[in-house]
């Protein structure tokens, strides 16, 4: 499973024009699901992401979980970031097909509203136009 986690100020997708999700403040989430992963990795990057200190303390160090930080979520599949570049037309092969997906986005999402975050999603499969403004900028790719 791999997860790009930025830092936003603000984050939304748009399916068809509406909006189907939203934060203010947190962590625009980009989850690719592997052939291979399982549920214990799915819990695993989802711990991990909901534990990232990365927002600043007093002293302006990244020292603060997201929980304290006040930070919610934004989930958002993303199959590419699977992508086999050894050509120039990208395979995606290495990437879980959707009855296997499915399942492990929606238990990543389940688990980070169990760590006690507001989570808000895009929808697994469709055609999204996903917006943010980055902070700091922090990124940060996790994986297992």
Known sequence: MRAVVT???EASVTI????????????LVLLGVHKDDTEDITRWVADRVCGLRVFGDEDGRMNINP????????????FTLYADVSSRRPGFSDAARPDKAIPLYELFISE???HGFE??????????QVSSINDGPVTIIVEK
Do not use: N, W, Y
């Not at 929980?67 to 993303?78: F, N, P, R, T, Y």
């Open 119 to 128: 989570v808000a999603t895009g929808e697994f499969g469709a055609d999204m």
């Open 112 to 114: 980070c509203r169990d």
């Open 16 to 27: 068809d024009g509406q909006v189907t999700g939203a934060i203010e403040g947190g962590f």
């Open 67 to 78: 929980k304290d930080a006040g930070a919610k979520l934004l989930v958002v599949s993303q």
């Open 7 to 9: 830092r936003v100020k």
